[in-house]
């Protein structure tokens, strides 16, 4: 079948399937439709071939403004779905940096070719989204590692080929080789993407990143684990791209932040002798800091900075082998060093910092913290009598518990979350998890229930009594995002288009709050064209409201500047009196201070 740019739209269509990436959807629908030469041609008479944008579809970058309009009306699905299908857009709900941006377009997605597992391929025949990823190297349901190449003519599996489960020659790519593999940092990924309610507890400081950032940071810790600068070009990583060293060199990489942060300062002791150059505080700073110098990896820049400070002069471990420069005993050094300050700390009586984290049921960086808080005191230490091993007393700890549980304040409770979760939404309003364990001890929180756990993670609370507490008459603007079913990055532009007032900025200005006043003003004055759309007996997308809103003359005040945009309504009396004609009721959605 000949395809025609006079063609509105293909007569075989079809939704997308869950989880499905955005390239495989349009090469599937091509196939389905008999397209000839291949399903480049949708690129190109959709507009997404031209100036390159073919190469920008999974991270679009600024300049390049990809319109999914005439694509939605030519697939006949509706221009959110497609949205919501970039790849940009499930793992980033916020602006990006470009730098950052293109370290993932080139390092972290599969730009140029495919990626597949071939026997996901036998038993689903569709494209999932989250092989764009080139960090994900093992599929975790079959263990085995992704394919990227065809056995039989040996060419990249090409992105835009005329059908999905073959090659241009012909070879059919379930057929491709199956090499057995695991991967921790696959599995991992494929649970952070598929949203799953628990992630391993492991990765604390890792659960805390979107997935954009943590893309960012393993593309860098595998290049110190390798000896690559971060700041050579990607044919330097692409070096890797045998599967089987990716895949090993990824997980290297991830190991860094298991136990955080004692393998990440093994990892500097082993640095700094495998090379006399990162005998200087300068160089190791510029590795390990240069491209990851955003915000959410202060605890990085931390923990670097606390090494320098502590461990700088004889290293974190003792008696290290000076011709030993692999990483493989890395785990069995930190076991090792973990135990000496056990035994030293039972030597001298109490409990050592690992137990007490134990007991508490945090992560063992956070002792350093609630020690510099005074919410624990130590009864030896390095500044209490001179011991290199801090030591607690476990009754201290217990008395801790014992407070949190007498000021629980049982109800009932719309949504409940536990101790981690809540001290998350803390961290939203400059609160570290000290601080929040502190208001708790001060009783202005109180747990609300109580469930099998350890030490903290045991007591739930009332997630709309916190907010109430933190916020004190402020709303941020993800929360808006969440309460209007919108892209965080939507409304941050209808912040910088002055439709939304900005009271108040904390952390360095990156979090901004609202006060509830002026967005119950927002809410009264305008409205999304997707909210409308949600509730629309006969109206299915965005586009078609539009072109029948502006029959009437209503028109959005705003442009579309970047994917996942949004349009914003005056509520006008054109607009009331046309949503009362058709039946439509929309609610302010104000909030009572």
């Not at 719309?414 to 803390?426: E, H, T």
């Not at 064209?529 to 539009?546: A, C, F, M, Q, Y």
Request: include cysteine; charge should be neutral; proline fraction near 2%.
């Amino acid at each position: 079948m000949e395809f025609s740019v006079r063609n509105k739209y293909l007569l075989k269509r079809s939704e997308p399937m869950e989880g499905e990436s955005l390239r495989g959807f349009i090469l599937r629908i091509s196939e389905r439709n008999l397209l000839e030469p291949d399903c480049m041609i949708i690129y190109k008479s959709v507009g997404l071939k031209k100036y390159n944008k073919t190469k920008n579809i999974l991270i679009p970058d600024e300049e390049v403004n990809i319109n999914l309009f005439e694509l939605s009306i030519l697939l006949g699905v509706d221009q959110y779905k497609l949205d919501q299908m970039l790849l940009f857009n499930q793992i980033s709900t916020e602006i990006q940096s470009e730098n950052m941006k293109k370290q993932i377009r080139h390092l972290g997605t599969c730009l140029n070719k495919q990626r597949i597992c071939p026997e996901c391929f036998k038993m689903e025949q569709f494209h999932k989204s989250i092989w764009e990823i080139s960090l994900l190297t093992v599929c975790p349901t079959h263990k085995c590692l992704m394919v990227d190449f065809c056995k039989e003519c040996g060419r990249n599996i090409d992105p835009y080929r005329k059908e999905l489960l073959f090659c241009k020659c012909g070879f059919d790519f379930r057929n491709s080789e199956v090499i057995c593999m695991d991967s921790l940092f696959s599995s991992y990924l494929t649970d952070r993407f598929n949203n799953k309610a628990y992630v391993s507890d492991d990765y604390i400081e890792l659960n805390n990143l979107s997935i954009f950032h943590l893309l960012l940071l393993i593309i860098n810790s595998a290049k110190w684990i390798n000896g690559k600068e971060v700041s050579h070009v990607q044919s330097n990583f692409s070096k890797l791209l045998i599967q089987s060293n990716l895949t090993n060199a990824i997980d290297e990489g991830f190991r860094l932040f298991w136990d955080w942060p004692n393998n990440f300062f093994v990892f500097i002791d082993q640095l700094r002798i495998s090379n006399n150059r990162y005998n200087s505080i300068g160089n190791i700073n510029k590795i390990l800091k240069e491209n990851i110098n955003d915000n959410v990896f202060s605890f990085i820049h931390e923990q670097v900075d606390y090494y320098f400070m502590n461990h700088w002069q004889n290293g974190f471990t003792k008696q290290i082998a000076m011709d030993d420069n692999s990483y493989k005993k890395i785990s069995a050094k930190i076991s090792a060093r973990v135990l000496r300050g056990e035994q030293k700390a039972n030597q001298f009586g109490g409990i050592s910092k690992k137990q007490a984290s134990t007991l508490l049921g945090v992560g063992l960086d956070q002792i350093d913290y609630f020690r510099e808080k005074n919410i624990i005191t130590p009864i030896s230490g390095p500044t209490v009598d001179g011991n290199p091993f801090w030591k607690f007393s476990e009754a201290e700890i217990h008395t801790i518990l014992e407070k949190v549980e007498n000021q629980m304040s049982m109800g009932i409770t719309v949504r409940s979350l536990g101790f981690y979760r809540a001290s998350q939404i803390a961290g939203n309003y400059e609160l570290s998890m000290a601080d929040f364990l502190y208001e708790i001890l001060q009783g202005n929180i109180n747990a609300s229930s109580k469930v099998d756990g350890q030490g903290l993670s045991k007591y739930h609370f009332d997630e709309k009594k916190i907010r109430s507490y933190l916020q004190n008459g402020f709303i941020s603007i993800k929360e808006i995002s969440e309460r209007l079913q919108v892209k965080r990055n939507s409304v941050e532009r209808w912040v910088k288009q002055g439709y939304i007032n900005v009271e108040k900025t904390m952390n360095s200005g990156n979090h901004q709050l609202i006060t509830i006043n002026d967005y119950s003003k927002f809410r009264m004055n305008f409205v999304a064209v997707v909210e409308i759309v949600r509730i629309h007996n006969s109206i299915g997308s965005s586009e078609k409201l539009l072109r029948v809103l502006g029959a009437i003359g209503v028109f959005p005040i705003n442009s579309i500047t970047a994917p996942g945009d949004r349009y914003l309504l005056e509520r006008s009396e054109r607009l009331n009196e046309y949503l009362s004609n058709v039946g439509l009721e929309l609610p302010l959605d104000t909030i009572n201070v």
